[in-house]
């Protein structure tokens, strides 16, 4: 059995002993069946179950190979679970918050060691949104076989398991919550950890600029010298059939939903052990426990801020904002 599963195993075993249980649900009732095996695609919740929760949905392994994705998303949940059984400040941040860990969205790729889940698809590229604007050739998404990598599936084909999964999970919640931001985490592009914005399809600019600059604001005040650079993904590169981009161009039309992807710099950890190039699963991950273990601790402020933001932004503070100003400012910072 995959560690991760074990972990998620271990706390839910302890929830049922715990004071704090009614917090707390685990629940793994889709399966994705592999060779002789059946792998689960949990999903944990704490926190307000209401539907005026605000809710913070944090997202891993959506790319198998990028492990450590999942394994920080388990470092939080583990996180949180242990400051849930006694912090008082957190039961009551938690009163009007949700927080929902999708973390392995694709455990045969986390099992196998591959980008790609069971059935050789790029979930990432798997939506049928089609990008407007140049893609790389094959990196942007390609139909042409499950051999090459991005491979986004058949045309023909439904969505694969997991990506509705994904999508089925993240639309359920928005329907019972105010507002919701995602944070879905992945690794190797850049020297640099990236927080990327939608789109991906298209280089227009993103619809909810406004809360992304208001969000971004907000977070340089308080911390000027992050270590993001915060950026819209099609700033990078377009892609095909990413599901973020389904949700909010398909699915959500609610203006309080924020889909944010954290790309961890994996170059940077093959830069300091350049021995990690020959191994494809030291191109995505950190390889060094300590490494490892300071790449926990670095996102805890980010996502703690979140938490927080998610709050604001239920109030009337929030709501006087100037939203339009925002939407320029938002333009002339990342679209210029
Ligand atoms: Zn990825």
């Not at 249980?21 to 179950?49: M, Q, R």
């Amino acid at each position: 059995m995959l560690d991760e599963f074990r972990s998620i195993e271990s706390l839910q075993r302890r929830n049922l002993e715990s004071p704090q249980k009614h917090l707390w649900s685990f629940e793994a009732s889709t399966f994705v069946d592999y060779k002789n095996d059946h792998f689960p695609l949990w999903k944990i919740t704490c926190g307000n179950k209401k539907p005026d929760a605000s809710t913070l949905v944090l997202v891993g392994g959506v790319h198998g190979l990028e492990r450590i994705g999942s394994q920080l998303c388990i470092a939080l949940l583990e996180k949180y679970f242990e400051l849930s059984q006694w912090d008082p400040i957190l039961q009551k941040q938690l009163e009007q918050l949700r927080i929902v860990f999708l973390p392995i969205i694709n455990p045969v790729g986390v099992f196998e060691h591959t980008r790609s889940n069971g059935n050789g698809v790029d979930l990432m590229r798997n939506s049928p949104v089609v990008a407007v604007d140049k893609v790389p050739y094959l990196i942007g998404g390609h139909r042409k076989t499950k051999r090459l990598p991005w491979f986004q599936g058949l045309q023909s084909e439904v969505m694969q398991k997991e990506s509705q999964f994904l999508v089925d999970a993240v639309m359920a919640e928005m329907k019972t919550s105010k507002s919701l931001i995602s944070l879905d985490i992945h690794s190797g592009f850049g020297l640099k950890d990236q927080i990327w914005f939608p789109w991906a399809f298209t280089k227009k600019p993103f619809p909810r600029l406004d809360m992304m600059q208001i969000m971004t604001d907000f977070f340089e005040k308080i911390y000027p010298d992050h270590i993001y650079k915060i950026e819209p993904q099609s700033k990078v590169y377009c892609t095909h059939g990413d599901l973020w981009d389904h949700l909010l161009h398909d699915k959500i039309q609610s203006s309080s939903f924020l889909p944010l992807t954290l790309e961890l710099g994996s170059w940077l950890w093959v830069k300091k052990n350049p021995m990690q190039i020959f191994n494809m699963q030291g191109l995505y991950n950190p390889i060094k426990q300590h490494r490892m273990k300071r790449i926990f601790r670095r996102h805890q402020l980010f996502v703690d801020f979140l938490t927080r933001f998610l709050i604001f932004m239920r109030t009337d503070e929030y709501k006087k904002t100037d939203f339009e100003a925002y939407y320029k400012k938002g333009l002339q910072t990342w679209y210029k």
